[in-house]
């Protein structure tokens, strides 16, 4: 267990720790499906999980076509409104000299909760790392801040910019 998954229970104001957590998964949930079940995203290659809390049981969903052992696009993710995951965003790992680095990139992909299925969408207009992703009333997602990789600096540099992704 990766420890500090916990679920909140509404009706006590109470916090208790998940039991049998996966253990390669993140701990930020990225959507809360509408019968109750939350999607984490882990960035890795071993896939992501989606929580049931009526049951307990955890359920391994295939990584997105976009992550790999070099690479994951899922930085930043929230539920659409027409039902579908969006995540954006992430690390390329780079073989340098004289020493690997990691670069940002501007992957996308949606995941259908009813298949359990990858799909890839367009990229962002700019590679991020760290950034926010809100859902807006007309069905777009704002996506903005973050971090972008510089590589006349070699190094990681604020966004001050924002973008929309429209279904």
């Known amino acids: 267990m990766t420890g500090n998954v916990n679920l909140y229970h509404l009706s006590t104001g109470t916090w208790s720790a998940i039991a049998n957590a996966p253990s390669h998964h993140g701990t930020t949930p990225y959507a809360l499906f509408p019968n109750g079940n939350v999607f984490l995203a882990s960035g890795s290659i071993f896939g992501d999980d989606i929580y049931n809390p009526s049951t307990s049981q955890w359920t391994n969903v ?3 076509p976009c992550t790999n052992r070099s690479q994951n696009c899922e930085s930043a993710g929230a539920l659409l409104n027409a039902g579908k995951v969006l995540v954006a965003g992430g690390v ?20 259908d909760p009813s298949t359990l299925a990858w799909t890839t969408t367009g990229s962002m207009n700019k590679s991020r790392i760290g950034e926010t992703m809100t859902v807006l009333l007309n ?12 590589k006349h600096l070699g190094h990681l540099v604020e966004i001050a910019s924002a973008e929309l992704y429209t279904p």
């Open 139 to 150: 069905g777009q997602a704002l996506v903005a801040g973050g971090q972008t990789f510089d």
């Open 62 to 64: 295939a990584p997105p």
């Open 92 to 111: 390329t790992y780079v073989n340098a000299q004289p020493y690997p680095i990691e670069e940002t990139n501007g992957l996308a992909t949606l995941l």
